[in-house]
């Protein structure tokens, strides 16, 4: 145990859902948990969700095709939600393009991504879309929209992404966030869906730990973190950020990401994956499109939590009251 291994389709589709194909999964064989923390539910009763991977690129609809593929696929598997990676509706060759792209929520691609969500009856985590906002006459920026659709297509949350990425990484190029894309005002309450209480972030936020420990102490179970991390950070940070944040939280942590070469000008590390609240790796895409899926034991989570109970030792006397979520 304790390896990666991408294991044959065949077996896969005889274990999970017979007769269907399963585009690149690949399954993380995790370590055995403490005994004392064993689930006592049976791994078919827990919510199933699915992590999609995918290369975006300029093209809008080429994009949702792949995306809308990969979501029936979840869907077809019993997935309850699948999470898509930051930037799912393209990426752009520059910031004026980026611009020219994106469209208001109201518009015609989440328009698409509503029918999708009630075509299939699950939950879609939408993790990055450009928004044009209300303000957008005034300002001629866009937000980094995390939204998420229920079941019946309804928006139930929008998160617009407060930590934006303005940096200089030798080796990987500049990226400057700002030059098209508002930070966002405020953090959003955890939301309660079929798989648990999920906590929305997106990508460059996993770097501010007070952002998760807000969700965490708001009730968040699952936080989500939809990425497109580059090649110099990704293989450098990626993972040991996102067990960080599942370790330090004692949440689940759901991070679909962008792989591959999008355009001449960027590329992105893929990887995406699911980790436990102990901080195990117990889903993982393999290189390219796909998706991983990944059971969601809430019984554990507690049963952790109540061994390990860290917020109950946490001293606001000390170090202030860091990552409250404000009301």
């Given at each position: 145990m304790g390896f990666i291994t991408r294991a044959p389709h065949q077996l896969l589709s005889l274990l999970l859902c017979p007769g269907l194909r399963i585009p690149r999964l690949s399954v993380h064989?995790?370590?055995?948990?403490?005994?004392?923390?064993?689930?006592?539910?049976?791994?078919?009763?827990?919510p199933l969700v699915a992590v999609c991977q995918v290369t975006s690129t300029p093209d809008k609809q080429q994009n949702f095709k792949v995306c809308a593929e990969l979501v029936r696929e979840a869907a077809r598997l019993?997935?309850?939600?699948?999470?898509?990676?930051?930037?799912?509706?393209?990426?752009?060759?520059?910031?004026?393009?980026?611009l020219h792209l994106s469209e208001?929520?109201?518009?015609?691609?989440?328009?698409?991504?509503?029918?999708?969500?009630?075509?299939?009856?699950?939950?879609?985590?939408?993790?990055?879309?450009?928004?044009?906002g209300q303000d957008w006459?005034?300002?001629?920026?866009?937000?980094?929209?995390?939204?998420?659709?229920?079941?019946?297509?309804?928006?139930?949350?929008?998160?617009?992404?407060?930590?934006?990425?303005?940096?200089?990484?030798?080796?990987?190029?500049?990226?400057?966030?700002?030059?098209s894309t508002m930070p966002g005002p405020s953090l959003e309450s955890p939301v309660d869906t079929p798989a648990?209480?999920?906590?929305?972030?997106?990508?460059?936020?996993?770097?501010?730990?007070?952002?998760?420990?807000?969700?965490?102490?708001?009730?968040?179970?699952?936080?989500?973190?939809?990425?497109?991390?580059?090649?110099?950070?990704?293989?450098?940070?990626?993972e040991v950020l996102l067990r960080a944040r599942a370790i330090e939280t004692?949440?689940?942590v759901v991070?679909?990401?962008?792989?591959g070469r999008?355009?001449?000008?960027?590329?992105?590390?893929?990887?995406?994956?699911?980790?436990?609240?102990?901080g195990t790796v117990v889903a993982r895409c393999s290189e390219g499109p796909g998706l991983c899926l990944a059971r969601i034991d809430l019984n554990y989570l507690r049963q952790l939590r109540q061994h390990l109970p860290v917020f109950q030792h946490r001293r606001p006397d000390l170090y202030g009251n860091l990552g409250h979520l404000p009301s």
């Open positions: 064989c995790a370590q055995p948990r403490p005994r004392a923390m064993a689930s006592s539910s049976s791994s078919w009763e827990l019993g997935a309850c939600l699948a999470f898509l990676p930051e930037a799912f509706d393209f990426i752009a060759r520059d910031p004026a393009e980026t208001p929520l109201g518009g015609t691609l989440l328009g698409e991504y509503t029918q999708l969500a009630r075509e299939c009856g699950l939950w879609l985590s939408l993790g990055g879309f450009h928004e044009r006459e005034q300002t001629q920026k866009i937000y980094n929209c995390h939204v998420l659709l229920n079941s019946k297509g309804s928006v139930v949350a929008t998160y617009r992404k407060t930590h934006l990425c303005d940096v200089e990484i030798p080796g990987q190029g500049p990226m400057r966030e700002s030059n648990g209480k999920i906590g929305l972030a997106i990508c460059y936020d996993m770097r501010f730990p007070e952002l998760s420990l807000s969700l965490a102490q708001a009730g968040a179970e699952i936080l989500t973190y939809p990425s497109a991390f580059g090649s110099v950070t990704g293989p450098a940070h990626w004692q949440c689940y991070a679909a990401a962008q792989c999008h355009h001449e000008k960027r590329a992105s590390y893929g990887q995406s994956m699911v980790v436990d609240p102990w």
